[in-house]
């Protein structure tokens, strides 16, 4: 109830008028409260260094009394050994040049004698006439900035050791690889009387082992049998298949040197291997032997082949063609399978280039879209018909080159050629 005269008050003018005082009195601190107790240091220096004022806060920070300071110290006997070089080389005549400075990262001593990183600003007070009084600095605390800071670098550095782990780890990986690819491959040609042979083995990435092979082996004094391919897939399963393949033919082959007879024991080996595993298995080959006439310097050649691409003749007149082997089933899929077969001659300086589809399914072009193509082989091996077949695996290899990136898949090239008369 109000008493008889009085009316209440309806806005509660009152209660504002008490939150507004005590708020106020929050702001009263005095510009010597706010300089001494900020959340930095403040000092302020004759011009040649001398400290003539300095705040609490950094005085706290320095453990450092003031009668110790004020007029007895200069500014540079605050920081560290390093810090003072860098004050008086650099700090000071920038300053001096510029007339303020700003964000430089230096280190102050601790009456203890440790290090508190902090961040300097500087700027020089001059009077109305332009001549310079006195020097006013800024000084922040840094040490969360250094934790930081170090905490970067210490994972920058760690990064760093774990790339250069990466890649020494890749680089053995490699080099474990290339023994392996060696291994599936022959360490050198056999010397074949009356035929002259080359080969190349290209890898599209170091980091995998590719499913690519070839060989040339002697069957008796006079044949000798040779044989390309691709196993599908790629890594340590690819080469498992590749090296089964190689072997099994080169058995195959002494068994019974008719090439439709030893692709057809291969498709038994691998059809009952992988049939059945989850992991279906399969191959492309081609097959031959070489049956040389020292007489005549022709070099008489019988082949079947697997769903691999054909074999080009090139031959000593300068021209080039395909040997069609049309029909020819993948080796491995069925448990019967059929191959195709062709015969031809080499005369002297002819040559039969056989090679897997990584050549021929290479990308072209400027966005790198378009395959090379059977007709571009042609086209390419017409115009070095009449080499021999080291000169064919040189001009090819610099094909490859040539393909760059563009060049997905593993390639294996196998040239042999009568030699052309001397």
């Given at each position: 109830?109000?008493?008889?005269?009085?009316?209440?008050?309806?806005?509660?003018?009152?209660?504002?008028?008490?939150?507004?005082?005590?708020?106020?009195?929050?702001?009263?601190?005095?510009?010597?409260?706010?300089?001494?107790?900020?959340?930095?240091?403040?000092?302020?220096?004759?011009?040649?260094?001398?400290?003539?004022?300095?705040?609490?806060?950094?005085?706290?920070?320095?453990?450092?009394?003031?009668?110790?300071?004020?007029?007895?110290?200069?500014?540079?006997?605050?920081?560290?050994?390093?810090?003072?070089?860098?004050?008086?080389?650099?700090?000071?005549?920038?300053?001096q040049m510029q007339g303020k400075i700003g964000g430089i990262a230096l280190e102050i001593k601790q009456a203890g004698g440790a290090r508190m990183p902090v961040l300097v600003s500087s700027v020089v007070k001059r009077s109305g006439a332009g001549e310079p009084l006195l020097i006013r600095t800024t000084v922040f605390d840094a040490r969360d900035r250094r934790a930081y800071e170090q905490e970067l670098l210490r994972a920058r550095k760690g990064a760093e050791?774990?790339?250069?782990?990466?890649?020494?780890?890749?680089?053995?990986?490699?080099?474990?690889?290339?023994?392996?690819?060696?291994?599936?491959?022959?360490?050198?040609?056999?010397?074949?009387?009356?035929?002259?042979?080359?080969?190349?083995?290209?890898?599209?990435?170091?980091?995998?082992?590719?499913?690519?092979?070839?060989?040339?082996?002697?069957?008796?004094?006079?044949?000798?049998?040779?044989?390309?391919?691709?196993?599908?897939?790629?890594?340590p399963q690819a080469a498992a298949v590749t090296s089964l393949t190689r072997y099994t033919l080169r058995a195959a082959a002494l068994h019974d040197p008719d090439p439709v007879a030893a692709l057809s024991t291969l498709n038994t080996v691998l059809h009952?291997?992988?049939?059945?595993?989850?992991?279906?298995?399969?191959?492309?080959?081609?097959?031959?032997?070489?049956?040389?006439?020292?007489?005549?310097?022709?070099?008489?050649?019988?082949?079947?082949?697997?769903?691999?691409?054909?074999?080009?003749?090139?031959?000593?007149?300068?021209?080039?063609?395909?040997?069609?082997?049309?029909?020819?089933?993948?080796?491995?899929?069925?448990?019967?399978?059929?191959?195709?077969?062709?015969?031809?001659?080499?005369?002297?300086?002819?040559?039969?280039?056989?090679?897997?589809?990584?050549?021929?399914?290479?990308?072209?072009?400027?966005?790198?879209?378009?395959?090379?193509?059977?007709?571009?082989?042609?086209?390419?091996?017409?115009?070095?018909?009449?080499?021999?077949?080291?000169?064919?695996?040189?001009?090819?290899?610099?094909?490859?080159?040539?393909?760059?990136?563009?060049?997905?898949?593993?390639?294996?090239?196998?040239?042999?050629?009568?030699?052309?008369?001397?």
């Amino acid at each position: 109830m109000c008493r008889t005269g009085q009316q209440p008050d309806p806005h509660g003018t009152s209660d504002g008028k008490t939150a507004n005082a005590a708020f106020a009195a929050l702001l009263e601190d005095s510009a010597e409260e706010l300089y001494e107790s900020a959340p930095c240091g403040y000092l302020s220096t004759l011009m040649d260094g001398t400290i003539a004022k300095i705040n609490t806060t950094l005085l706290d920070w320095l453990r450092l009394e003031r009668e110790a300071v004020v007029g007895r110290m200069r500014f540079a006997d605050l920081l560290t050994i390093g810090g003072k070089l860098y004050y008086e080389t650099h700090f000071a005549p920038l300053l001096q040049m510029q007339g303020k400075i700003g964000g430089i990262a230096l280190e102050i001593k601790q009456a203890g004698g440790a290090r508190m990183p902090v961040l300097v600003s500087s700027v020089v007070k001059r009077s109305g006439a332009g001549e310079p009084l006195l020097i006013r600095t800024t000084v922040f605390d840094a040490r969360d900035r250094r934790a930081y800071e170090q905490e970067l670098l210490r994972a920058r550095k760690g990064a760093e050791e774990a790339r250069k782990q990466a890649e020494a780890d890749r680089a053995r990986l490699q080099d474990t690889l290339a023994v392996l690819q060696q291994s599936l491959l022959p360490a050198i040609l056999p010397h074949v009387p009356g035929v002259e042979a080359a080969a190349h083995y290209r890898t599209a990435s170091p980091d995998q082992l590719g499913g690519d092979f070839y060989d040339l082996f002697p069957l008796d004094g006079k044949r000798f049998a040779f044989f390309l391919g691709d196993v599908c897939g790629k890594g340590p399963q690819a080469a498992a298949v590749t090296s089964l393949t190689r072997y099994t033919l080169r058995a195959a082959a002494l068994h019974d040197p008719d090439p439709v007879a030893a692709l057809s024991t291969l498709n038994t080996v691998l059809h009952e291997r992988y049939t059945g595993s989850g992991d279906p298995r399969y191959c492309t080959v081609i097959f031959g032997t070489l049956d040389p006439d020292p007489v005549t310097g022709q070099v008489t050649v019988r082949l079947a082949a697997g769903g691999h691409p054909p074999a080009l003749i090139l031959r000593a007149d300068g021209t080039a063609d395909f040997l069609p082997t049309p029909g020819g089933f993948l080796v491995g899929i069925l448990p019967a399978a059929r191959f195709a077969t062709a015969t031809t001659v080499l005369a002297p300086g002819d040559t039969l280039l056989l090679y897997t589809d990584g050549l021929t399914e290479a990308r072209t072009g400027k966005d790198r879209t378009t395959l090379y193509g059977d007709e571009a082989l042609r086209a390419f091996t017409t115009a070095h018909a009449g080499k021999s077949p080291h000169a064919l695996v040189q001009a090819l290899t610099g094909l490859l080159d040539d393909f760059g990136d563009g060049l997905d898949d593993d390639t294996a090239l196998l040239v042999l050629g009568a030699p052309a008369p001397a």
